[in-house]
């Protein structure tokens, strides 16, 4: 579904090709220029666009932090992005992701407790444009990324989360991951907490855009797999606006969010050595 109502997005030049300038358009006109072309008809259109590519300044990621009883040192990260398209207030991509991320470390400061490790609040920079938020987390925390212990992103909207996902890659440098291993323990975790909220699906799949870079380099990534059914009506569109976040299951999402992050923040062993 669409509303006539165009999706933005990226486009990635192959160094060496002419920048052809894109633009969007919505669904429904797309299936109508398609309909003339199949038609035969010779198909003209008038195009106006004022967008400009202007060059790089400072952004900055947010970082806030609930620090570890036991082992400081050590880090579970959460996450959502900062910026969203100028198209609308970008309230489901990703205003959630950061109102999940900041209510998980409110949540564990409310309830007065102290995970064992640091809890680590990132709202990134910059996804959308060229992911500077996340590169720039990896070049600065490079010294410290074999202390991360997880790093979670939610970015696919508020629909109710129906799991996490547990994302693996091999260490640049150090012995292979025992995947099997870290999802069994990533279960055994999770799972008596998470399945009486409706969230039990835990399983191998994607983090989010944001950790990836520290997820390639061998941080285990954590993504929150929400409901997308209605989440493509709206992503990168003007209607991505605040009136489409459901209350109830915002607070759903921040419970579920919440109690991962504690309870990956408390274990007493890591998901990976
Ligand atoms: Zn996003």
Redesign the pocket.
């Known amino acids: 579904m669409s509303l006539d109502t165009p999706h933005t997005g990226v486009l990635h030049y192959e160094e060496g090709v002419p920048k052809i300038p894109a633009a969007a358009v919505s669904m429904e006109n797309a299936m109508m220029l398609r309909r003339m072309w199949e038609r035969g008809e010779r198909i003209t259109v008038h195009l106006e666009m004022t967008c400009e590519q202007l060059p790089d300044a400072p952004s900055a990621n947010v970082v806030g932090e609930v620090v570890g009883r036991e082992k400081p040192e050590e880090i579970v990260l959460v996450s959502g ?1 900062l910026d ?1 398209w100028d198209a609308g207030q970008g309230a489901q ?2 205003g959630v ?1 950061c109102v999940l991320a900041m209510e998980a470390g409110h949540l564990v400061q409310r309830l007065g407790l102290k995970p064992r490790r640091t809890l680590r609040v990132v709202l990134f920079a910059n ?2 444009n060229g992911s500077r938020g996340g590169l720039g987390y990896l070049e600065a925390h490079r010294q410290e990324l074999s202390r991360h212990v997880a790093a979670m992103e939610s ?2 909207g508020n629909g109710l989360a129906k799991g996490l996902s547990l994302e693996l890659h091999d260490p640049k440098h150090g012995p292979a991951l025992d995947k099997e291993r870290a999802l069994a323990r990533f279960r055994a975790l999770l799972k008596p907490f998470l399945e009486p909220l409706g969230a039990g699906l835990l399983e191998p799949g994607g983090s989010g ?1 944001d950790v990836g870079p520290i997820v390639q380099a061998g941080v285990p990534g954590v993504g929150v797999s929400h409901d997308v059914t209605r989440y493509w009506d709206v992503h990168h569109s003007k209607a991505d606006t605040f009136d489409k976040i459901n209350r109830e299951d915002l607070a759903k999402n921040s419970a579920i969010v919440a109690i991962a992050a504690f309870l990956l923040a408390d274990m007493p062993e890591r998901l990976t050595p």
Do not use: N
Request: aromatic fraction near 0%; charge should be negative.
């Open positions: 992005h969203s991509d990703d992701g996804e959308e970015d696919a855009v």
